[in-house]
């Protein structure tokens, strides 16, 4: 089925460790974002691409780093985890501006 | 800075009405309406440009009031499957596809 898959659904890091979030979309959009998801927050954009080798700061980037070296892949990185980067994590995907977004199914991530 | 949506929560008899507002500070390209049930993705329900269009659900209406950059989305006659939670994203008119800006949610809860 076409759509926007991330991996891990779940994941537990200890402070300082680091790990990378996949999402990967098959619907050829040039434009990715990852957000992050906390209670009563709504949705705040951490990056986005707006094409292959592209890569732009959002709202909320600091401790983050995002790679886009294939139309269709988007990761997202962090370093050294924080207590701070527990949320839940959503890659959309979109033809551009006036598009709909099409989401992924999220990234739980706690981090202790 | 989010758009402001109210109210922040709706508990409604199923066949009743509901409207739920957007308010941006910001001159707009588009709202975005996305709902999204506890544990999953958002999903995409209607878009309002600039100008008057609208695309998106067939049984959901909104409106977009560009001089005032406010959207308002009305559910009639509300069903079980209604429930959840709304979001509004706003597009910033000349930002390209930077990423849409969303607000912190309205709860809706649709009782039997």
């Known amino acids: 089925n076409a759509g926007v898959t991330q991996t891990p659904k779940f994941r537990v890091l200890k402070t300082g460790q680091s790990m990378t979030l996949l999402c990967a979309q098959d619907?050829?959009?040039?434009?990715m974002y990852w957000y992050r998801q906390d209670p009563g927050m709504g949705l705040r954009l951490i990056h986005y691409?707006?094409?292959?080798?592209t890569t732009a700061k959002g709202e909320v980037p600091d401790g983050y780093n995002v790679s886009r070296l294939k139309k269709q892949n988007f990761l997202l990185g962090l370093e050294s985890a924080a207590p701070s980067q527990t949320s839940v994590y959503f890659c959309?995907?979109?033809w551009g501006q006036g598009a709909r977004y099409t989401f992924g199914s999220g990234t739980r991530l706690t981090v202790v | 800075q989010q758009p402001v949506q109210s109210p922040q929560a709706v508990i409604l008899r199923e066949g009743e009405d509901a409207v739920i507002n957007c308010s941006s500070s910001k001159a707009l390209y588009s709202v975005h309406w996305y709902r999204q049930k506890h544990g999953e993705a958002p999903v995409f329900l209607m878009i309002?440009?600039?100008?008057?269009e609208q695309k998106g659900h067939e049984k959901i209406s909104a409106s977009f009031n560009e001089k005032k950059q406010q959207s308002s989305l009305y559910l009639t006659a509300s069903q079980l499957s209604y429930s959840g939670t709304y979001f509004c994203?706003?597009?910033?008119?000349?930002?390209?596809?930077?990423?849409?800006?969303f607000g912190k949610g309205t709860h809706l809860i649709i009782q039997p």
């Open positions: 959309a995907s979109s």
């Open positions: 994203g706003t597009e910033r008119r000349g930002g390209g596809a930077d990423g849409l800006t």
């Open positions: 691409s707006v094409g292959e080798g």
């Open positions: 309002l440009l600039k100008g008057g």
């Open positions: 619907m050829n959009h040039e434009y």
